[in-house]
Nanobody, 123 residues
Framework: QVQLVESGGGLVQAGGSLRLSCAASGRTFSNYAMGWFRQAPGKEREFVVS????????RYAESVKGRFTISRDNAKNTVYLQMNSLKPEDTATYYCARGLTTCSIYPRDFRSWGQGTQVTVSS
């Protein structure tokens, strides 16, 4: 069973930036697509962004396009989420997710989840 450990969350003012990291256990990290989802209080978990096994393909939710950037370092078993121009509506718990060995970046193809890291954006 893979372990996904997120870090980098915190409190930031609107317009600020944060970088989230997710470290994955195991030696097959590069065989899986990775992604980030988020859940705000009282709302369902929603897709944010995903990246293919090699990093060559990405998919972004419309709400974060142009502000968030996903990347991965397969040598370090780590995926990153750079979040710029943060807005209060970005406040949520952010979850790292592992996809399938098909490397699909479609939101429905993510199965394993981390414990989450809290991001709070003040206005």
């Amino acid at each position: 069973q893979v372990q996904l450990v997120e870090s980098g969350g915190g409190l930031v003012q609107a317009g600020g930036s944060l970088r989230l990291s997710c470290a994955a256990s195991g030696r097959t990290f590069s065989n899986y697509a990775m992604g980030w989802f988020r859940q705000a209080p009282g709302k369902e978990r929603e897709f944010v962004v995903s990246i293919s096994c090699s990093g060559g393909s990405t998919r972004y939710a419309e709400s974060v396009k142009g502000r968030f950037t996903i990347s991965r370092d397969n040598a370090k078993n780590t995926v990153y989420l750079q979040m710029n121009s943060l807005k209060p509506e970005d406040t949520a718990t952010y979850y790292c997710a592992r996809g399938l060995t098909t490397c699909s970046i479609y939101p429905r193809d993510f199965r394993s989840w981390g414990q989450g890291t809290q991001v709070t954006v003040s206005s």
